[in-house]
């Protein structure tokens, strides 16, 4: 038998090693592949030839590596181009040098559009003996075809946890106070909006709403009149009716062509010290943290991580199974189950899933019950962490090995 | 017998209730005041009877209490002056009227001046039947004569997790990157050099070493130029030479006259960038999360919160033990335990512990291996956190009911 390959892409989270213990273990159980690789920083460190091997890895690095947050085969932002032959060409080369069978791609968007286009050179190449499948990750929940995305439910028992206990912190002194807690999510406010799952938030902003200045200002000064306090919820990519940012002023660009968001709490700060609403207000961003903080791990999201990976190895094994993405079903019925299915990876690519407008209260009063329904059981269970020292245990990463 | 009053004052923590829920428990084991009063709002709300009963808070509330950050009894700033006698005659006055025999109060630096004021306001006025106890709490670890301060360590261990989960995230692209994580801590860096328990910290910023522009950029520009990356922690309160903070810009007051801090991040992000030393760099600012994240307590420092409460109920029971603060000795010998004393409360207030000048590495380059030894154990141990739907189980704020 040949090998297989595993590689990360994108933003890490706080589950995504699972997919790759997943894949490791499944390969263990069943050693279909001789050799399980690991490649560096995702197709830019595939192109340049940089490998691990991950086949023997032993039980204890396998749990340790599920508990350890962040990307630890590296990752990239490199795209691969549908019209850039050389690296199509000399990927292909590199695969049956190392007489890689299977390539598993774990990421966003991005990443199954990669999974796609190799998929599809291969066809028209006719290329045989080569498999591409994509194993979603992103904190933002943004991917289609999928009922949420591994990551994204750590994330956002990381968020929820923060505005909890941030909210106990605000409210302890008599005085006014306006608090604002910044989220990721890019333009879909799943983030954001799992923020509501603390019971607590008293506004919340979403990309999928047009902010409007007065109308919020009019729901700020109604919320401290009521109660002297106001608990808001931001997602970084939150725009007005015209589509530009909030943080238009300071956007910039990353590889990809994605404006860098960030800075939407700050900015709405002073909208609001300008509105003269509030005289002071406190910005809490929780930037990296929020898709880092792996002792907030979901027992759910690691775990369906976990068995994702899994499942990507034992369907690869399938010698047509290539250009799809497998992908989570929540089954139908009152407990929450999910399901584990293959859809295409090219229907999943460069489309994005916005936090559905019908779960939206208006006046940026939060999210209805079929949202927390959604929500809910995703952020259920907390897994054993291993501690060192009083910190958790992690693997060192295998780019800096 | 009579009663007895808890109350909380300043900043809270992640495990300032384990305190109040250590006075509650040891007057239940045993009863010797009849009732437990709890103040709302620190002695603010004392001056307004503003009391609830926690004499029979039940096992469970006691537990969930100690996992519960921030101050369950509310907080205040108010500085009880030593001149504004209408408020001491008006404390001793509902401290009759009450009959409260004693008054435990958690706090800082603010909190034992008020512990020292209203036991010698009661000396010099020939006063008698009432004590004064404090209880120290401050995730600023700056109080005198206490080996360290409850609060604290958790604050520590949230820091250095963070610190060791946003690293390995920053790692993951093989491009340039600076990452500056900041703390609070005021004009103490033990939050700060915390975070070196982490092991990954490259640049240290610490209140304790005036900073100097041109060395700090030189060590940034080494350690980019060796691994292309450079992880820098920096304290709120650090300073330049001439005593002005480096976020003196936005600098403002509080009630108290201390300076609002906040800010040192993206200030030095934008010494960096103006300096040309990187082009991009990301500010992770912890903010209140790093005090009220309860789900990082260290078990150390929730034990001995828990404890410190007890042994202040038990000490009381003497008639004399008045104008003290209850501190933690840390005991001779490999080991790591602790002994409970009492010291003067007056010889606490209004000082600051800085973090040893001996302990600080040259160049910003950490600290050493004494500070290691004694910030390790104080983050030892994690409690076993109860959850309610997936998140944090906490008691309703007294103050809310």
């Given at each position: 038998?040949?090998?297989?390959?595993?590689?990360?892409?994108?933003?890490?989270?706080?589950?995504?090693?699972?997919?790759?213990?997943g894949v490791v273990k499944a390969n263990q159980l069943h050693p279909y592949y001789d050799k399980v690789y690991g490649g560096l920083n995702g197709i830019e460190g595939v192109l340049q030839e940089r490998f691990v091997d991950l086949t023997n890895m032993s039980d204890e690095e396998n749990r340790i590596l599920r508990q350890t947050p962040a990307s630890a085969l590296g990752s990239c932002r490199y795209k691969l181009k549908r019209d850039n032959t050389a690296d199509f060409e000399k990927l292909f080369e590199i695969f049956d040098r190392y007489d890689i069978e299977t390539l598993f791609y774990t990421g966003g968007n991005d990443s199954m559009d990669t999974v796609a286009a190799l998929s599809q050179y291969a066809k028209d190449h006719g290329i045989e003996g080569h498999r591409f499948v994509g194993c979603p990750k992103t904190v933002d929940n943004d991917l289609m075809l999928t009922d949420h995305c591994p990551g994204f439910a750590s994330a956002a028992k990381f968020i929820a946890s923060t505005a909890l206990?941030?909210?106990?912190?605000?409210?302890?002194?008599?005085?006014?106070?306006?608090?604002?807690?910044?989220?990721?999510?890019?333009?879909?406010?799943?983030?954001?909006?799992?923020?509501?799952?603390?019971?607590?938030?008293?506004?919340?902003?979403?990309?999928?709403?047009?902010?409007?200045?007065?109308?919020?200002?009019?729901?700020?000064?109604?919320?401290?009149?009521?109660?002297?306090?106001?608990?808001?919820?931001?997602?970084?990519?939150?725009?007005?009716?015209?589509?530009?940012?909030?943080?238009?002023?300071?956007?910039?660009?990353?590889?990809?062509?994605?404006?860098i968001l960030g800075g939407a709490g700050e900015t709405l700060k002073n909208i609001l010290l300008d509105a003269g609403v509030t005289q002071r207000a406190k910005v809490q961003d929780l930037s990296t943290a929020q898709r880092a903080f792996a002792l907030c791990q979901s027992l759910t999201d690691v775990t369906e991580s976990f068995q994702l990976g899994m499942s990507a190895h034992m369907r690869s094994t399938d010698g047509k199974f290539t250009g799809k993405m497998v992908a989570i079903k929540r089954k139908e019925g009152e407990a929450y189950d999910t399901d584990y299915i293959a859809v295409d990876a090219d229907q999943v690519a460069n489309y994005v899933k916005s936090f559905p407008s019908e779960w939206i209260l208006p006046d940026y009063q939060g999210i209805t019950e079929e949202a927390f329904a959604y929500l809910r059981p995703l952020i259920s269970g907390t897994p054993v962490i291993l501690y060192e020292n009083g910190l958790p245990a992690y693997v060192k990463p295998y780019y800096q090995r």
């Open positions: 038998m040949g090998n297989c390959l595993v590689a990360q892409s994108g933003g890490p989270t706080a589950v995504i090693n699972a997919t790759v213990a206990q941030t909210w106990l912190d605000v409210n302890v002194y008599t005085r006014q106070e306006v608090f604002i807690l910044e989220t990721m999510g890019r333009d879909a406010g799943w983030l954001a909006a799992s923020a509501c799952l603390s019971g607590i938030v008293d506004l919340l902003i979403l990309p999928e709403v047009p902010f409007e200045e007065e109308a919020f200002l009019e729901q700020v000064r109604k919320c401290i009149a009521e109660k002297n306090k106001c608990y808001i919820v931001i997602s970084e990519g939150c725009k007005y009716a015209d589509g530009s940012y909030l943080t238009a002023k300071n956007a910039k660009n990353d590889g990809f062509g994605h404006a």
